[in-house]
Nanobody, 114 residues
Framework: EVQLQASGGGLVQAGGSLRLSCTAS????????IGWFRQAPGNEREWVAT???????NYADSVKGRFTISRDVAKNTVYLQMNSLKSEDTAVYYC????????WGKGTLVTVSS
């Protein structure tokens, strides 16, 4: 059974940092596309960042320069380092992965207080 478990959310002040983790089971992250999406209250889910099996990363303009997606192959985990957080980054963050078939993990809540 494929599972993607997101963790690391919490409450942080504006300007602070958090690191989210997405740990996969039944699924190898090093040969998949892994991404982070987020959904703020009242908004649609939006793409944040992705990392390919080859290590290519892409970011939404709203987070470029502040967020970094990375991967630890040994731990089968993908991280999202979030720096210089803003109140508009408040959302539930979801981990997503695909090796042809997409999978979603449960979200983790990030709250940025201004």
């Amino acid at each position: 059974e494929v599972q993607l478990q997101a963790s690391g959310g919490g409450l942080v002040q504006a300007g602070g940092s958090l690191r989210l983790s997405c740990t996969a089971s039944g699924f190898t992250t090093h040969d998949a596309i892994i991404g982070w999406f987020r959904q703020a209250p009242g908004n649609e889910r939006e793409w944040v960042a992705t990392i390919t099996g080859g290590g290519t990363t892409n970011y939404a303009d709203s987070v470029k320069g502040r967020f970094t997606i990375s991967r630890d192959v040994a731990k089968n985990t993908v991280y999202l380092q979030m720096n210089s957080l803003k109140s508009e980054d408040t959302a539930v963050y979801y981990c997503w992965g695909s090796r042809g078939i997409p999978y979603w993990g449960k979200g983790t809540l990030v709250t940025v207080s201004s």
